[in-house]
T-cell receptor
Framework: KAGVTQTPRYLIKTRGQQVTLSCSPI?????VSWYQQTPGQGLQFLFE???????NKGNFPGRFSGRQFSNSRSEMNVSTLELGDSALYLC????????????FGDGTRLSIL | GIQVEQSPPDLILQEGANSTLRCNFS?????LQWFHQNPWGQLINLFY???GTKQNGRLSATTVATERYSLLYISSSQTTDSGVYFC?????????????FGTGTQLKVEL
């Protein structure tokens, strides 16, 4: 069974630009969650999508948004990039029933110049 | 929100040594997972263990939910065990798949 796939693996952008990251969950998994990892703040929850609806949201500004498609694939978008958005963005999938083990992808490393 | 504390923050071991990592959490949980993040940033599932004890090879974990802590045991450590170990929990009021991570234990295993 293929794992969680995130694309791209690495991305370099400049301030003010926007970026879209993609996540394909494990086959059969309906929940996709996104996390940001930085040296200063650690791993922080961004949001979770289940059946194309945002079910949970963390404490991030509105510049961070996401969506989920009918095949459970998810995208995360960050607009008006700031230097502080440089981070490893991790996606996790689970079956979706709540309180299920989450399985992480390899992440997208985003650098803002 | 729920707080997660991990100890020790850093640990250096000689190959072959045993260790115990601890995770304390501030509220009741319905989900607790242990992860290993390798030097390439990959976050690997070790255990899904909201309560009880599990073992997988040289690793084992115990969660005492009533006392709000979990322990990860690493026996006969190897250099490939190096990396950061994270405990992550979801409180009973979470309502979905929203993990709160601890700050991790940085483990280095030396020859």
């Amino acid at each position: 069974k293929a794992g969680v796939t995130q694309t791209p693996r690495y991305l370099i952008k400049t301030r003010g630009q926007q970026v879209t990251l993609s996540c394909s969950p494990i086959s059969g998994h309906r929940s996709v969650s996104w996390y940001q990892q930085t040296p200063g703040q650690g791993l922080q929850f961004l949001f979770e999508y289940f059946s194309e609806t945002q079910r949970n949201k963390g404490n991030f500004p509105g510049r961070f948004s996401g969506r989920q498609f009918s095949n459970s694939r998810s995208e995360m978008n960050v607009s008006t990039l700031e230097l502080g958005d440089s981070a490893l963005y991790l996606c996790a999938s689970s079956l979706g029933g709540g309180y299920q083990p989450q399985h992480f992808g390899d992440g997208t490393r985003l650098s803002i110049l | 929100g729920i707080q997660v504390e991990q100890s020790p923050p850093d640990l250096i071991l000689q190959e072959g040594a045993n260790s115990t990592l601890r995770c304390n959490f501030s509220d009741s949980v319905n989900n607790l997972q242990w992860f290993h993040q390798n030097p390439w940033g990959q976050l690997i599932n070790l255990f899904y263990i909201p309560s009880g004890t599990k073992q997988n090879g040289r690793l084992s974990a115990t969660t005492v939910a009533t006392e709000r802590y979990s322990l990860l045991y690493i026996s006969s450590s190897q250099t490939t065990d190096s990396g950061v170990y994270f405990c992550a929990v979801e409180g009973v009021t979470g309502g979905g798949n929203k993990l709160t991570f601890g700050t991790g234990t940085q483990l280095k295993v030396e020859l």
